[in-house]
T-cell receptor, first 116, second 117 residues
Framework: AQKITQTQPGMFVQEKEAVTLDCTYDTSDPSYGLFWYKQPSSGEMIFLIYQGSYDQQNATEGRYSLNFQKARKSANLVISASQLGDSAMYFC?????????????FGKGTRLHILP | NAGVTQTPKFQVLKTGQSMTLQCAQDMNHEYMSWYRQDPGMGLRLIHYSVGAGITDQGEVPNGYNVSRSTTEDFPLRLLSAAPSQTSVYFCASIGPGREGSPSYEQYFGPGTRLTVT
């Protein structure tokens, strides 16, 4: 079974609109961390935001916020006021356990296209 | 700090050839890993290491070898390249996060695009 599921292979959004990228995860470990990464066409992986399983509040980082719904095992990325530069591939990832050497597993990604 | 560096950026191999993808980090991170990225598959873990002298297999280890003789370097070896190994390869390390990020964060190299014909 997939540990990380991103159900939207591609999305098209008008510039300045808000975007929600879906991510659901599967784990029985009470301790875990959830990550979002951006991969622009240049290919590098850029860390965006992190949510720990014990964090009480949803993580925010500038225009990025993580809508963490623990009971539903959902960790959606919300981008407010989208910009053309947000066009990229976005990956959700999970680390089961919170030790440094716990492996990080990635979803298959969502390709976001921002339309002018 | 240079962060995580990878060489080469691009490589074309013929089936059956061998080569080593180089990865180095100057952040004194103990944990390093190799991923491959294929269209529609996300990133899949090949091998990882939790310190010098210690390596372990990830999801897709077949056809690849690794070693970790120093903290800084984590090379990935293809002993006999196959067309199925055509992919983009990322090396990453895990270490203390930057301000505002989690206790540990994963740092990625720029990637190596490998084509096997």
């Amino acid at each position: 079974a997939q540990k990380i599921t991103q159900t939207q292979p591609g999305m098209f959004v008008q510039e300045k609109e808000a975007v929600t990228l879906d991510c659901t995860y599967d784990t029985s470990d009470p301790s875990y961390g959830l990550f979002w990464y951006k991969q622009p066409s240049s290919g590098e992986m850029i860390f965006l935001i992190y949510q720990g399983s014990y964090d009480q509040q949803n993580a925010t980082e500038g225009r990025y916020s993580l809508n963490f719904q623990k009971a539903r095992k959902s960790a959606n990325l919300v981008i407010s006021a989208s910009q053309l530069g947000d066009s990229a591939m976005y990956f959700c990832a999970m680390r089961e356990g919170l030790r440094r050497d716990d492996k990080i597993i990635f979803g298959k990604g969502t390709r976001l296209h921002i339309l002018p | 700090n240079a962060g995580v560096t990878q060489t080469p950026k691009f490589q074309v191999l013929k089936t059956g050839q061998s080569m080593t993808l180089q990865c180095a980090q100057d952040m004194n991170h103990e944990y390093m890993s190799w991923y491959r990225q294929d269209p529609g598959m996300g990133l899949r873990l090949i091998h990882y290491s939790v310190g010098a002298g210690i390596t372990d297999q990830g999801e897709v280890p077949n056809g690849y070898n690794v070693s970790r003789s120093t903290t800084e370097d984590f090379p990935l070896r293809l002993l006999s390249a196959a067309p199925s190994q055509t992919s983009v390869y990322f090396c990453a390390s895990i270490g203390p996060g930057r301000e505002g990020s989690p206790s540990y964060e994963q740092y990625f190299g720029p990637g190596t695009r490998l084509t096997v014909t």
